[in-house]
T-cell receptor, first 113, second 113 residues
């Protein structure tokens, strides 16, 4: 079956702009999580959605938000971009059985100038 | 607050060597522990998942052990190959029914031909 897909793969924005990233989970997976990866902080949890509801949120400012649609696809939005938001944003989906791993997409690399 | 540490941060070995990567976590109340592999600029690939009730998991040349009481896990790679060169990440899940993972910063492995 098809893996997790993320669009776009690369993005360049300037400070103050906003950006929307998209994630399509594996078919049948209803849980989608988002992570930010930077060289300094490593991988950090942003939020998790299940059945269109945010179940968990990491320690990020309110400029970071997300949503999930009825088909389980998810988007995350970052408003008023800062230089420090430059990172690889990874999306993961799972079947929520607790017995199976999460499956990660290839990521969206965001560069803020 | 759960913290995950991986030692060493980088490791360079000749091809054919057996090696051990270490992961420690501060709170033993974990749901499961996973090892992932990440190739440069790519997403994460799951290698092994160990439930909190298990002591080890094996897949091919990989063996991961878990000692919850001491907050430690090791990933053993037998007969290393140049294709094993990647960053290896350890992550713990601290809540049943939640997909939030806390990651270590990884060990960058280079296997020299």
């Amino acid at each position: 079956k098809a893996g997790v897909t993320q669009t776009p793969r690369y993005l360049i924005k300037t400070r103050g702009q906003q950006v929307t990233l998209s994630c399509s989970p594996i078919s049948g997976h209803r849980s989608v999580s988002w992570y930010q990866q930077t060289p300094g902080q490593g991988l950090q949890f942003l939020f998790e959605y299940f059945s269109e509801t945010q179940r968990n949120k990491g320690n990020f400012p309110g400029r970071f938000s997300g949503r999930q649609f009825s088909n389980s696809r998810s988007e995350m939005n970052v408003s008023t971009l800062e230089l420090g938001d430059s990172a690889l944003y990874l999306c993961a989906s799972s079947s929520l059985t607790g017995l199976e791993t999460q499956y990660f997409g290839p990521g969206t690399r965001l560069l803020v100038l | 607050k759960q913290e995950v540490t991986q030692i060493p941060a980088a490791l360079s070995v000749p091809e054919g060597e057996n090696l051990v990567l270490n992961c420690s976590f501060t709170d033993s109340a974990i749901y499961n522990l996973q090892w992932f592999r990440q190739d440069p600029g790519k997403g994460l690939t799951s290698l092994l998942l160990i439930q909190s009730s298990q002591r080890e998991q094996t897949s091919g040349r990989l063996n991961a052990s878990l000692d919850k009481s001491s907050g430690r896990s090791t990933l053993y790679i037998a007969a290393s190959q140049p294709g094993d060169s990647a960053t290896y990440l350890c992550a713990v899940s601290t809540q049943g029914g939640s997909e939030k993972l806390v990651f270590g910063k990884g060990t960058k492995l280079t296997v020299n031909p």
